[in-house]
């Protein structure tokens, strides 16, 4: 069978300068690679600025971006976008469209594309859908959160939102929540395929707890959240869960603005003993914080499909996760972890009480934890594809 030619297209995208950023869509896009059936280009958009040099918040790093580069054998073209101060919401996505044009079609005649697959419905699947349009393709578009849960409450984005779904030839949602979602904004249910997020199980896998412990000078019971650090991710909530858990210790692995507000936070509350900022982590140092730590905390307000609760699963590490659409299909037994009853320091605290009450065993967690392969998706991804393209073929046959 003729593999299918992709064009991806996404600003969340790992690159030389932010190696972490959207890795969830190139761990994707790998294990579908991995199959043979697909072939793939990714465009990945970046904002505009200026100088590389210049130290001016996180500006200056999309600035050192290179313009092409290849990650795992897959290439990346990352264009340039205008984002403008106060109107950028709004015009986002016809500014990605606009700076993107000329290189989706390089793209296009020089490898082929027969579908584009797009991430994250709003700016990047409304500008997928122009571009659609002009090059004559089909394209699916996949739903990751904030895309659905946040941005449709603001008027302009909610009627592109609304015009993207209605003019894509498919739907994918990472959770059943988002599936809802979609459908609740005007999408016909039987054009929306809900495929899950799956765990590298060979990646994320247990370690030496011993050796993993005394790395990290851990004694007692310990916990590992990893996240931005944003207010929505809620490092703030389990910083102050802390206060009602003594003996235990917290590690948080992440960066981003919140970072000086944490670590006052921290001082203030005198954990500074026991709860420690270990800055960004790459991917390959995860496990070992995972095997760690007794438990993963989660107190994220909005989550699509929460990646970081698997992988601390196959790592043998059960977590508490915060009540909010997505997590309960992750975490649906004990062996997974718990749902924390409220979603904030006293129900966090209360959940990891509730955990550590009967600690599951650690290869029961990892067990659950193989259930969530990539395969299913991968093969879920392929089938979509194959049917949509089938289905445009014979409307141009018709």
């Given amino acids: 069978m003729t593999p299918i ?9 790992p690159n030389a300068e932010q190696p972490n950023h959207g890795i969830f869509v190139e761990n994707r896009l790998r294990h579908l690679l991995a199959t043979g059936e697909a072939t793939a280009t990714v465009l990945a ?5 200026p100088l590389a040099g210049v130290r001016f918040g996180g500006w200056g790093r999309y600035a050192r971006v290179p313009g092409r580069e290849s990650r795992h054998g897959i290439a990346i073209t990352h264009p340039r976008y205008p984002v403008i101060p106060r109107i950028g919401m709004s015009a986002a996505p016809f500014l990605l469209a606009a700076a993107t044009d000329a290189p989706a079609r390089r793209i ?7 579908l584009i697959d797009a991430h ?3 700016p990047d699947g409304v500008a997928a859908v122009r571009l659609a349009r002009r090059l004559g393709r089909p394209v ?3 739903a990751r959160g904030s895309d659905l849960t946040q941005l449709p409450d603001h008027a302009i984005p909610r009627r592109l939102i ?10 994918i949602a990472v959770s059943a929540a988002l599936g809802r979602r979609l459908v609740e904004l005007g999408a016909a249910p039987e054009r929306v395929a809900v495929l899950r997020n799956g765990v590298d199980t060979a990646a994320f896998r247990p370690v030496d707890r011993t050796a993993a412990r005394a790395a990290l000078g851990l004694t007692g019971p310990a916990l590992i959240s990893v996240g931005a650090l944003i207010e929505r991710k809620g490092h703030h909530r389990t910083i102050a869960a802390m206060a009602a858990l003594p003996g235990f210790s917290l590690l948080i692995a992440g960066e981003g603005p919140m970072r000086d507000a944490l670590q006052a936070q921290i001082g203030q509350l005198g954990l500074g003993e026991r709860v420690r900022l270990l800055g960004p982590r790459p991917h390959a140092d995860l496990p070992a914080l995972y095997g760690a730590a007794d438990a993963s905390v989660l107190a994220s307000s909005r989550e699509g499909w929460a990646n970081v609760l698997l992988e601390s699963m196959a790592c043998g590490t059960p977590v508490v996760a915060s009540d909010i659409p997505g997590n309960p299909e992750v975490v649906q ?3 997974a972890g718990v749902i924390a009853p409220q979603n904030t ?3 966090i605290a209360a959940g990891v009480r509730d955990l550590f009450a009967a600690l599951p065993d650690r290869q029961a967690t990892r067990a659950y934890a193989e259930r969530f392969g990539w395969e299913e998706t991968s093969r879920g991804q392929l089938s979509l594809f194959r049917r949509v393209l089938a289905a445009r073929a014979s409307a141009a046959g018709g």
């Fill in 162 to 171: 609304q015009g993207a779904i209605r003019q894509a030839d498919a739907l």
């Fill in 108 to 114: 296009a005649a020089a490898s082929g594309c027969d």
């Fill in 140 to 142: 699916v578009i996949t």
């Fill in 345 to 347: 320091p006293e129900g």
């Fill in 45 to 49: 958009p970046v904002p505009w600025f």
């Fill in 120 to 122: 994250y419905v709003y």
């Fill in 5 to 13: 030619r992709l064009l991806t297209y996404t600003t969340l995208y």
């Fill in 333 to 335: 037994e004990r062996a």
